[in-house]
Nanobody, 124 residues
Framework: VQLQASGGGLVQAGGSLRLSCAAS????????LGWFRQAPGRDREFVAA???????YYAETVKDRFAVSRDSAKNTVYLQMNSLKPEDTAIYYC???????????????????WGQGTLVTVSS
């Protein structure tokens, strides 16, 4: 399994970015796909996830601003980020797992496959 994240960059507060994560070497439709982020000096935290069923889950800090989606034809998961704030600055990682139970979906240690991360910087 390989995950390749892209789309990070520098944006002003209030702006938008869309992250992409292209997956290969897996049966895409069977996997839960998650986005996590890690800011300097902080633990990796859950951002959003989408299950094979299409159900989506969000951290409270990004709910109503971010949207996760998946395109099975392209084996790609997206994270649309709107109304960005300086506190959203972090390295964003995509992750995948085929056997997550619902109660584990927000736990980064439960995901077996990770992309390399893409840096998002939001200036004030």
């Amino acid at each position: 399994v390989q995950l390749q994240a892209s789309g990070g960059g520098l944006v002003q507060a209030g702006g938008s970015l869309r992250l992409s994560c292209a997956a290969s070497g897996m049966t895409f439709s069977r996997y839960t796909l998650g986005w996590f982020r890690q800011a300097p000096g902080r633990d990796r935290e859950f951002v959003a996830a989408i299950r094979y069923s299409g159900h989506t889950y969000y951290a409270e800090t990004v709910k109503d601003r971010f949207a996760v989606s998946r395109d099975s034809a392209k084996n790609t998961v997206y994270l649309q980020m709107n109304s960005l704030k300086p506190e959203d600055t972090a390295i964003y990682y995509c992750a995948a797992d085929s056997s997550l139970i619902l109660s584990s979906i927000r736990l980064y240690e439960q995901y077996n496959h990770w992309g390399q991360g893409t840096l998002v910087t939001v200036s004030s």
